[in-house]
Nanobody, 118 residues
Framework: QVQLVESGGGEVQDGGSLRLSCAAS???????MGWFRQAPGKERERVAT????????YYSDSVKGRFTISRPVGKNTVYLQLNSLKPDDTAVYYC????????????WGQGTQVTVSS
């Protein structure tokens, strides 16, 4: 069974940076991987995702220009570089993957907390 293991969360000051990592264990073929987040009292938000076939990326308007998603060639691993962090970025960040044949993101990590203090 495929599992996603996240790391890299923590607490930073307003304007700081963090790098989140997510690695898939087990053999699987993915259509896409990416990051979602959920803040207390808010709905889950898609933050940044990448399609494996062509490298196309998606960023939410709230993080464009500040966050960067990347993937090492040939690996089921994805990173999220978070720069110019704001208190509004405080949330639990979840790594997710869409397996080939799935119609939605169907594999989820356990989540990692990102806290930005002002």
């Amino acid at each position: 069974q495929v599992q996603l293991v996240e790391s890299g969360g923590g607490e930073v000051q307003d304007g700081g940076s963090l790098r989140l990592s997510c690695a898939a264990s087990g053999r699987s073929f993915f259509h896409a991987m990416g990051w979602f987040r959920q803040a207390p009292g808010k709905e889950r938000e898609r933050v940044a995702t990448m399609r494996w076939a062509n490298g196309d990326t998606y960023y939410s308007d709230s993080v464009k220009g500040r966050f960067t998603i990347s993937r090492p060639v040939g690996k089921n691993t994805v990173y999220l570089q978070l720069n110019s962090l704001k208190p509004d970025d405080t949330a639990v960040y979840y790594c997710a993957a869409q397996q080939v044949g799935a119609t939605e993101y169907n594999v989820w990590g356990q989540g990692t907390q990102v806290t930005v203090s002002s």
